[in-house]
């Protein structure tokens, strides 16, 4: 029996894997799929501050540095958000991956790949290993099998279906700007927006994401119509993104939820590296309290009320937004670039914890005709 089963590979459950192991527990982290990072469901975005004060260098699998994004409104209204040093940084998800899994494996987590959670019954797990089915034994459970979650279903939580979005996502060749990244708001995005990620001057990540049950296919080839994009397709994938508020109880006795299985991504963007590493962070702290202080698993929950309280903001704005008619959203942007919202945005905006910056907001003359939207965020 090992202390800790982690079923999901990604970086929520990698980090989870090594934070414990690093601490002495014996931990076992399994992969339905015979590598990390792939297939690469993931814009690959992450911001600078984020990584920063995880204390990760992600240095050797950087592709691009971005230092700044134009946002448009529906009939093209433009808000720029820009500094001078880089804000983001453009990932191989890949080698991110790897990057974390190298780290947890020279801290003791043992691997294994192909190998997919299938049940849990108190402390017997029940995985399918390649074709054979195997019994494993361990005192806590943490599903970090992504947006899918196999645990999640296990412990009896079942998101609302408007709480998914769909995606289709490209790499192409084509004329870029390589230091801002470029989204779109509109009708052809419904519940959602359109991205272009730039890797360099001449390749691009180019995406869209639309409510559940919209063909996201059709919503790029109508985006790509309406902005007249000239690009070449290098490759494509399509894959679902966690988009609603965190999983209200990500604890059921002695499995855990973490990442995008407990819906750990912004509402707002559609991220979750940086939020669900910070909850792997907490995840395993409260694991170990649990070990050593008999402290509860319940623990959990309670020390992940900040990053709750910020995902929760995140959905908060999501639902707002998405809300707006294209007319009410071109009106908002106009009052936007009225009240310099983009310059504020440059030096105080935050793309990962906007609590940092709604406050300071609400503190300007300028922004005060924005309060009763802002007053519905905090």
């Known amino acids: 029996m090992c202390a800790v089963f982690v079923a999901g590979a990604g970086p929520a459950g990698i980090m989870t894997a090594s934070e414990l192991s ?12 015979p590598n990390v990072g792939t297939p690469e469901h993931c814009a690959g975005l992450l ?68 190998s997919k959670l299938i049940d849990v019954r108190k402390e017997n797990i029940f995985i399918q290993k390649k074709n054979r089915g195997e019994l494993r034994k361990a005192k806590v ?3 970090a099998d992504g947006v899918n979650s196999r645990t999640r279903e296990i412990i009896g939580v079942k998101p609302d279906k ?30 959602f927006f359109a991205w272009i990620i730039p890797e360099n001057n001449s390749i691009a990540r180019i995406g869209i994401a639309t409510s559940f049950g919209i063909n996201p296919k059709e919503a790029f080839d109508e985006f790509k119509k309406k902005y007249l994009l000239d690009f070449e397709k290098i490759e494509e994938s399509s894959f679902k993104i966690p988009c609603g508020p965190p999983i209200n109880e990500p604890i059921n ?45 319940e623990n959990y929950k ?23 008619s294209e007319n009410t959203l ?40 924005f309060l009763p939207m802002l007053l519905r965020f905090r």
């Not at 230092?67 to 820009?82: C, R």
């Not at 910020?310 to 707002?320: A, D, G, N, T």
């Open 162 to 191: 408007s709480h998914y979005l769909n995606s289709y996502q490209i790499r192409a060749n084509g004329s870029f700007e390589s230091k801002k990244v470029k989204l779109y708001l509109g009708s052809f995005a419904k519940g």
């Open 330 to 369: 071109d009106k908002l942007f106009i009052r936007a670039q009225k009240a310099n919202l983009g310059e504020f945005l440059s030096e105080h905006g935050d793309m990962d914890w906007p609590s940092r910056f709604i406050p300071k907001m609400l503190s300007k003359p300028r922004f005060w005709g």
């Open 22 to 33: 690093k601490n002495g527990w014996d931990v076992t982290l399994i992969e339905e799929h």
């Open 302 to 324: 309670f020390l992940l009320k900040p990053i709750t309280k910020e995902l929760i903001l995140h959905w908060k704005m999501r639902s707002y937004l998405n809300k707006l």
């Open 141 to 143: 459970v943490v599903g």
């Open 253 to 297: 006795n002695n499995i855990l939820l973490v990442g995008d299985a407990a819906f750990h991504a912004k509402a707002t963007t559609g991220g979750g590296i940086i939020m669900g590493l910070n909850a792997a962070k907490i995840c395993a702290r409260a694991i170990d309290s649990n070990f050593r202080n008999n402290t509860g698993l």
């Open 47 to 114: 911001s600078v501050t984020g990584l920063r004060e995880l204390g990760i260098n992600a240095n050797n699998c950087t592709v691009n540095e971005i230092n700044g994004a134009e946002i448009f409104s529906p009939s093209g209204h433009k808000i720029l958000v820009e500094k001078d040093v880089p804000v983001a940084l453009v990932i191989s998800r890949k080698e991110f991956d790897l990057m974390l899994l190298k780290d947890a494996i020279k801290n003791g987590v043992k691997v294994e790949f192909e």
